[in-house]
């Protein structure tokens, strides 16, 4: 199994090639880069092969990128407009394209596989008229990517239009054979239904089309990212779950939150956490 870090664990701070150094030297051979500005600037061709050849130094690969979730430019993700496929106002939607687009054209520089996506907000409704914006959206996009060489993902969430059943039955009424799913764990262990069977349930309608996978934990509550066994998941039931993938190497990336505050444990032991869950759930997969 591929040990692959996303740096959504460090979104708040430059992804340096110090960091990138901490995260080699915990044992992770490839990274989810986290597309946010302030993290890495994806924009400036620059920063782009000033990243690839920081990867290269710290021989990391890069196995995909996550897209932004927000127009914002600050040190963290969560302040800003949201950048969304499903605005139904055309100049926005248009705006979210383009940057998306930016994201995608990093391939060209700095090669990488899937482009992560979310179907719209943490509370995006499954309104009519924002389905023909994704649709519109995504028919332009899953293109674009192509001929860039990356297969565009979209996430399970928590909202209506992230919901595993809405988004297969989204791909099966488009036909857009492009498209495919990145199954989050942690998300769906906070969908509805008994918690030993969340997982198997959100996973069913996308398995056809999975090609990656987010594993982190919770307790059924809300969305922490945790370490996999920090939480509740029932970790033997979600690995039974992820072998019926029909790709044998489904590739697994670790997504977790950094843990901050006075009392917060340093980066190297963050990640030396995160690599030691990650050991445990190697041992589960095998």
Sequence with gaps: MRRILSTYQFV????????????AEAGFEALEIFATRSHFDYTTQQEVQAMANALSQHRLALASLHAPTSRD?????????PLSLCEVERVRRVEAMDELKRVIDVAEDLPYSRLILHMGGPRETADPRKRDAAFSSLEH??????????????????????????????????????LRFNFDLGHAHLSDGAENERIEKAFAPLRELVVSAHVHDNHGEKDEHLPPYEGTIDWEAAVKALKTAPDAELPLTLELKEK?????PSTAEQLAAASDSLDRFEREWS
Excluded: K
């Design 12 to 23: 708040s701070r430059r992804l340096t090639p110090e960091l990138l150094g901490q995260i």
């Design 73 to 81: 430019l600050s040190a963290t993700r969560e302040g800003g407009a």
């Design 141 to 178: 996009l899953v293109l674009h990517a192509h001929h860039a060489g990356v297969t565009i993902a979209v996430e399970n969430t928590n909202s209506e239009m992230g919901d595993p059943a809405y988004l297969r039955a989204f791909v099966d009424e488009t036909r857009l054979n492009g």
């Design 260 to 264: 901050s505050g006075h009392d917060a």
